[in-house]
């Protein structure tokens, strides 16, 4: 994209700092007049047309760039840059999120700030980038930082777990291996069932929804990740079953048996699509292997996750674009 091409589009252009044009001169050389020629670098460009390139960036690549002079850092705030980054009901969102007494582990003000439209669309993109907790910390929501793409998780404290109570069937144990800082552990039971739902304002869009598995039990010994596997059993008999339900009537289901004991898996149950904005989407999902001719146990389960379709879930347990 040309630089020259920015003046068709004054009206979006930040005003040109004084002291960064006096800069850029300072660093021509600052000889006479008379044919001599001078060097222009980065420096010499206008922020308003620095912004327009920025806004055909990532959220990454924007930060990046940021650091490289004045221009670029003072060009990386404007509003308009960010705008096209943040969910087209990101408004929605955030009206969610305050309404459930989000703790962004920032100043109380920021909420009147947002609420206010005193914030900048920059400050805010960073809020909704952070994991947000609501529903009594149940869940969670946040935004991708590369794509901008909303992603929801419901912990194993979120959901309705059949024996979950009975400790001879289930524990909650600490780990670091949950962005919940606690999984659910099955020791044995004969009928396995997890029910759970969420209700959000997610954008327009095609979305997939995963469990978040793992067979075994891991633990640290001498600073080395141990996962012990005695007790896993009964998964590789019958298949799981995944399934979701929206409120707007769409259906869908998976089954696979559990595998890769020792590892983090995401099992896709199914995916569903958000076809307005202005509106919040019930999803209901269930995962359940009630074959009582036999137990099942060993399994931990983190949580219940909702990614954009365009996403999947990366060995090192990272989103990546697929």
């Given amino acids: 994209m040309g630089v020259g091409s920015s003046s068709s589009s004054s009206t979006y252009c930040l005003p040109w700092r004084a002291e960064e044009e006096s800069s850029s001169r300072s660093n021509g050389g600052g000889g006479g007049g008379g044919g001599g020629s001078s060097s222009s670098s980065l420096g010499d460009i206008p922020e308003g047309c620095v912004a327009l390139i920025l806004e055909k960036l990532d959220p990454l690549e924007i930060c990046e760039l940021a650091i490289l002079n004045r221009a670029f850092h003072g060009a990386s705030w404007a509003d308009f840059v960010w705008e096209s980054k ?44 952070k994991a947000n907790s609501f529903d009594g910390d149940t869940k969670r929501v946040w935004l991708d930082k590369s794509s901008s793409g909303v992603c929801l998780s419901v912990s194993a404290k ?20 949950s962005r919940f800082s606690t999984v659910a552990y099955l020791n044995q ?26 067979l075994g039990r891991t633990s640290k010994r001498f600073g080395r990740r141990i996962c012990n596997t005695e007790h896993v059993h009964g998964w590789d008999i019958k298949p799981a079953r995944f399934q979701l339900w929206t409120s707007d009537g769409q259906y869908a289901s998976s089954q696979c048996t559990l595998s890769n004991p020792g590892k983090w898996t995401y099992y896709h149950a199914g995916d569903f699509v958000v076809e307005k904005d202005n509106r ?24 219940v996750l909702v990614y954009p379709s365009h996403f999947k879930e990366s060995e090192d347990n990272s989103l990546e674009v697929s």
């Fill in 189 to 214: 039971i004969w009928w396995f069932e997890v029910d759970g739902e969420i209700e959000f304002p997610l954008p327009a869009g095609s979305y997939s929804l995963f469990f978040r598995l793992q």
């Fill in 86 to 129: 943040l969910p087209i009901n990101y408004k929605l969102i955030l009206n969610k999120l305050l309404f459930n007494h989000v703790n962004h582990d920032d100043d109380d003000d920021d909420d009147d700030d947002v609420t206010s439209g005193k914030l900048g669309k920059r400050h805010i993109f960073t809020m909704l980038s």
């Fill in 158 to 177: 979120g959901l309705a777990i059949t024996g979950i109570d009975d400790r001879r069937y289930w524990n909650h144990i600490p780990t670091e291996e």
């Fill in 280 to 303: 919040s989407m019930k999803v209901k999902f269930s995962m359940t292997q009630i074959d009582c001719t036999h137990t099942k146990g060993g399994l931990c389960l983190d949580s």
